[in-house]
Nanobody, 122 residues
Framework: QVQLVESGGGLVQAGGSLRLSCVAS????????MGWFRQAPGKEREFVAA????????HYADSVKGRFTISRDNAKNTVYLQMNSLKPEDTAVYYC???????????????WGKGTLVTVSS
């Protein structure tokens, strides 16, 4: 099993930036892709971004391309989501996701964190 813990959420004004982090623990010795999903109030969870084990490939939802950047540090078992030019519609609970499967993992992988809330005020 892999446990995931997110941090870095908070309240930010539109146009601002936040960086989310997700630390993985447990069975992290095997290669695994990582990603981020989000769920806004009253909406379904949606894919945001993903990165492969060695970081060679990334994939983004169209709604965040050019504004969000996913990266990872395998020495720290951590994945990051740098979010710039935030919009009120980015307000959501952001979930870390990890596992192996088809690429890109737009439907989610095996392991999920509990989420961190991002609120963007207008």
């Amino acid at each position: 099993q892999v446990q995931l813990v997110e941090s870095g959420g908070g309240l930010v004004q539109a146009g601002g930036s936040l960086r989310l982090s997700c630390v993985a623990s447990g069975r992290t010795s095997s290669p695994y892709d990582m990603g981020w999903f989000r769920q806004a109030p009253g909406k379904e969870r949606e894919f945001v971004a993903a990165i492969t084990w060695l970081g060679g490939s990334t994939h983004y939802a169209d709604s965040v391309k050019g504004r969000f950047t996913i990266s990872r540090d395998n020495a720290k078992n951590t994945v990051y989501l740098q979010m710039n030019s935030l919009k009120p519609e980015d307000t959501a609970v952001y979930y870390c996701n990890a596992g192996r499967g088809s690429w890109p993992p737009v439907y989610g992988m095996d392991h999920w964190g509990k989420g961190t809330l991002v609120t963007v005020s207008s």
